[in-house]
């Protein structure tokens, strides 16, 4: 049986972008990286190499990737992949945006605690960042080790918790009896998830770069802080597509039209 997302706060979509769009993703991210190489394998070597030798923190090296892809439209394409975008639209209607800021992950080994590593997240909701609950957000690899799964830690039904009592980025206590459940993703598949789920990041024995969004129906009146962060509309609903056509809210008659030709 197939639960609802209602009741498990996720659902995981399999082959959900196709692979020539992710080849597209990785090979923009290695060309902004300067790592020419035709073989995927050696390119994943160097870039292993690249971080491993990192001058800055790993957010100065994760801001102008997301900055790349989302400048060239990546972003966009990836939330309009069909199987994506249906299910998108199941949970949150047509009127669509995503959330702009710099949201890619970079998770190395020897760096799995939130002390050496800012992106590295210990247990937490979306909503300690001000997300809004009516908000949701995906999570799914661009960059690993061909063949090994990217994963994400979940405890099951935490959505229906409420606010989760946290100080310090991390939960001041939790229920003792859990259930804790591990998202394996391959390239291609995505994971969709309520902004109350706990989550966390999984320890790495090589590198991986991820992305997380969050996705809002910008329709719907945020009441967190959430409005403060910057968001790109990639999709309207029929009925707002007329109130584009018209204009503006008095809704002139004969708007752009001249029937007196």
């Known amino acids: 049986m197939i639960k609802s997302f209602s009741d498990t706060g996720y659902i995981i979509l399999r082959n959900a972008i196709n692979d020539k769009l992710i080849k597209e993703v990785q090979s923009k991210i290695y060309n902004l990286l300067d790592i020419d190489d035709d073989i995927q394998k050696n390119q994943y070597k160097r870039f292993c190499n690249l971080v491993k030798k990192l001058k800055t923190t790993e957010f100065d090296f994760i801001k102008p990737i997301f900055e790349y892809i989302y400048y060239k439209d990546l972003i966009e394409k990836i939330l309009l992949e069909k199987k994506l975008y249906n299910s998108i639209v199941d949970l949150l209607g047509k009127d669509l945006s995503f959330c702009n800021d710099h949201s890619i992950t970079l998770n190395l080994p020897n760096k799995s605690s939130p002390e050496k590593n800012y992106l590295f997240k210990n247990w937490h909701q979306e909503i300690w960042s001000g997300a809004n609950p009516s908000t949701i957000q995906i999570w799914m690899p661009l960059i690993n080790k061909e063949g090994s799964y990217a994963k994400l830690q979940i405890m099951e039904e935490s959505h229906k918790w409420g606010h989760i009592p946290h100080s310090n980025r991390r939960p001041i206590s939790l229920p003792k009896k859990n259930k804790i459940t591990t998202a394996n993703l391959q390239f291609g598949d995505v994971l969709i998830f309520s902004t109350l789920l706990l989550h966390r990041s999984v320890p790495v024995t090589s590198p991986l770069l991820s992305l997380p969004i969050l996705l809002k129906n910008f329709k719907v009146k945020d009441n ?17 597509k007329i109130e584009r056509i018209l204009g503006n809210h008095y809704l002139s008659p004969y708007r752009l039209k001249n029937f007196d030709d």
């Open 224 to 240: 967190s802080f959430q409005e403060n962060r910057n968001w790109k509309i990639f999709s309207y609903s029929e009925l707002t």
